[in-house]
């Protein structure tokens, strides 16, 4: 079974850092790419950010480039966000997605965990 | 960024029920698309991925169709259990982009 548990979320003042983990198992976690999706508060799913199976390749969604970092260890089966300069709009539940396909590009997202919620303010 | 338009955003209906939910790419995606079924409390589900392929272990009620710039979803006879929000999502070109969901309530 499948299985995705993020951890590290919680508040933050403005300004400030956090850095998300997600535990994978339940599959060979080095044979596929791996997504951050979030979800403000009342608003959409909004893509965030993924990683190709070997890490080699990231993409960025502009509201975070320059801000965010997405890697991964694939001997430890974990995928990471970190999260600088956080700004009150980085408020959401953030979703660790694992991808269809192993690229990261053109691709779907097969499992979600639960979710974890930043919230950013003063 | 393309922008993802689905119709209606909500819709009620009873067990048994044919219903359709559309999705409207602002420009041409191909068939680079998917369908997420979302329950309460629960991360989303994928059910259909490049416009028409049922992901493994969905149920045959759903299917999908369309290309280009517009697309359909259809659960052929309404469960109880798939009273939920229901995504569609552009895989065509970054950043991949969602629609804004439509909610399938029991009438």
């Known amino acids: 079974e499948v299985q995705l548990l993020e951890s590290g979320g919680g508040l933050v003042q403005p300004g400030g850092s956090l850095r998300l983990s997600c535990a994978a198992s339940?599959?060979?976690?080095?044979?596929?790419?791996m997504t951050w999706v979030r979800q403000a508060p009342g608003k959409g799913l909004e893509w965030v950010s993924v990683?190709?199976?070997?890490?080699?390749?990231?993409y960025y969604a502009d509201s975070v480039k320059g801000r965010f970092t997405i890697s991964r260890d694939n001997s430890q089966n974990t995928l990471y966000l970190q999260m600088n300069s956080l700004r009150a709009e980085d408020t959401a539940v953030y979703y660790c997605?694992?991808?269809?396909?192993?690229?990261?590009?053109?691709?779907?997202?097969?499992?979600w965990g639960q979710g974890i919620l930043v919230t950013v303010s003063s | 960024d393309i922008q993802m338009t689905q119709s209606p955003s909500s819709v009620s209906a009873s067990v048994g029920d044919r219903v359709t939910v559309t999705c409207r790419a602002s420009?041409?995606?191909?068939?680079?698309l998917a369908w997420y079924q979302r329950k309460p409390g629960k991360a989303p589900k994928l059910l259909i991925y490049?416009?028409?392929t049922l992901q493994s272990g969905v149920p045959s009620r759903f299917s999908g169709s369309g290309s280009g710039t517009d697309f359909t979803l259809t659960i052929s006879s309404l469960q109880p259990e798939d009273f939920a929000i229901y995504y569609c999502?552009?895989?065509?070109?970054?950043?991949?982009?969602f629609g804004q969901g439509t909610k399938l309530e029991i009438k």
């Open positions: 997605v694992k991808n269809l396909y192993s690229s990261g590009r053109r691709d779907y997202f097969d499992y």
């Open positions: 339940g599959f060979t976690f080095n044979s596929y790419a």
């Open positions: 990683i190709s199976s070997s890490g080699g390749s990231t």
């Open positions: 420009q041409g995606i191909s068939s680079w």
């Open positions: 490049a416009a028409s």
């Open positions: 999502q552009q895989a065509d070109s970054f950043p991949p982009t």
